[in-house]
């Protein structure tokens, strides 16, 4: 469908209440044409809706799909087969009108706004409409393509970036969410748990005053969150350039939750052997999973509320009860793979045993409550992908006797818990 096209059947429909909507009503918006187009989608006034079909037949055009008359009319012309949906909506008096999804629940769309498409006035959907109906199902290449249009087109807070610290330097990971590109508008919020005070500009800081435990910082920043989606990173973490754009595209679709890459730094024993962990799962994982890392995820902030967000009662794995909740809530989480950060990790021996204890305390816990949804893998194999004969070869010996120092301190918690 090209833009002549577009405007010859505008022409055509102008005494009608008529806009632009679907990848054309973007272009309108952006005033250019960036893609091309198989198709003209174009809103209409419910009351008009059959004479708008007379006219077009006119020009040539059949109805070939009224399966869903309420929601969307499908006409096709019949020498060249190009395309024209239309969308019907009950005006309002304010100028905006009302439509339907396919459950029939209805959905106010404010009046439209004024796009260009070949140089000429036209009227197209809004941008905040397009924005929130590019959302809640799969999208496609070209849906990918207009969302970025969109979000440069836009100065709405999209997605909310939680980071929770305790006093560490935050110029590493806010810096390299300085360094976005592509990026939908997005702000930062710091949960101090405590009564630091960082030393940083353009943030929202969030204190504690007392120590009361990650879960808390981050709950409470997500309180103090903006943006229909919240995305959570670490203070020791480096997310990827594109990691805010790869976040939002993520939780736009049929997900609720995003589960991201993480890559550990250092070559020290202990994270190679994180390490270790982090790149077996990453070749583990199918589309869906049933875990989250709190240092590299998202969710709906709807649903991270709904769902209660973090449980202060575990000490550890908090990141994988809250996905155990959104799973048994009927929620999917997707594994991104490009939702990248670099973690730096500074572990010992007996921080290795203690956090691996209690993770394997927490994992008893929460197959107390649900059984094995997101409990998470509990052996040498499951964990670091190799018998302690294989790790030993390929990794070296250290290594090996790490990761069953790891297993044996998570057996324990498992047993204790």
């Not at 070869?393 to 790490?402: M, P, V």
Request: proline share 4%; aromatic share 6%; glycine share 12%.
């Amino acid at each position: 469908m090209t833009a002549e096209r577009v405007l010859v059947l505008l022409e055509l429909l102008e005494d009608f209440d008529v806009w632009v909507d679907g990848g054309w009503g973007v272009d309108a918006l952006v005033g250019r044409q960036t893609r091309t187009h198989g198709d003209l989608d174009l809103g209409v006034a419910r009351a008009q809706l059959g004479a708008v079909i007379g006219v077009l037949g006119t020009a040539g055009y059949v109805v070939t799909d009224e399966r869903f008359v309420s929601v969307t009319v499908q006409l096709t012309h019949t020498v060249d087969g190009q395309r024209v949906d239309l969308h019907p909506s009950t005006a309002l008096a304010d100028g905006g009108s009302e439509q339907l999804d396919f459950d029939g629940n209805p959905h106010y769309l404010p009046p439209p706004e004024i796009g260009h498409i070949g140089g000429r006035e036209v009227r197209c959907m809004r941008l905040s409409t397009q924005l929130r109906t590019h959302k809640g199902y799969v999208l496609r290449p070209q849906d990918l393509h207009d969302l970025d249009l969109l979000h440069e087109l836009s100065d709405v807070v999209r997605a909310s970036v939680v980071i929770p610290t305790v006093g560490r330097d935050l110029g590493p990971v806010l810096d390299g969410l300085a360094r976005q590109v592509r990026a939908p508008g997005f702000e930062v919020v710091v949960g101090v748990d405590g009564d630091w005070e960082p030393t940083v500009d353009g943030v929202k800081v969030v204190r504690l005053g007392v120590p009361q435990g990650v879960s808390v910082a981050r709950n409470r920043a997500v309180e103090a969150a903006q943006g229909e989606f919240v995305g959570f990173l670490d203070d020791d973490t480096v997310p990827g350039p594109d990691w805010v754009r790869r976040l939002v595209v993520g939780l736009s679709g049929v997900d609720a939750a995003v589960a991201g890459r993480v890559v550990e730094a250092g070559d020290g024993v202990l994270n190679r052997l994180r390490g270790l962990a982090f790149e077996h799962r990453h070749r583990q994982n199918a589309r869906q999973v049933d875990y989250v890392n709190g240092g590299n995820c998202g969710f709906r902030a709807e649903l991270f509320r709904e769902l209660g967000g973090f449980d202060p009662a575990f000490r550890k794995s908090q990141d994988r009860d809250l996905a155990r909740r959104a799973v048994l809530a009927g929620h999917t989480i997707a594994y991104e793979p490009d939702l990248m950060v670099t973690h730096t990790g500074s572990y010992t021996l007996r921080g290795l045993w203690s956090g691996r204890f209690r993770a394997g305390r927490a994992a008893k816990a929460m197959q107390k409550l649900s059984g094995d949804v997101s409990v998470g893998p509990r052996d040498l194999r499951t964990t670091y992908g190799g018998s302690l004969i294989a790790l030993a070869s390929q990794h070296g010996l250290k290594l090996a006797l790490a990761a069953l120092v790891s297993i044996t301190a998570h057996r324990a918690g498992w047993i204790t818990g």
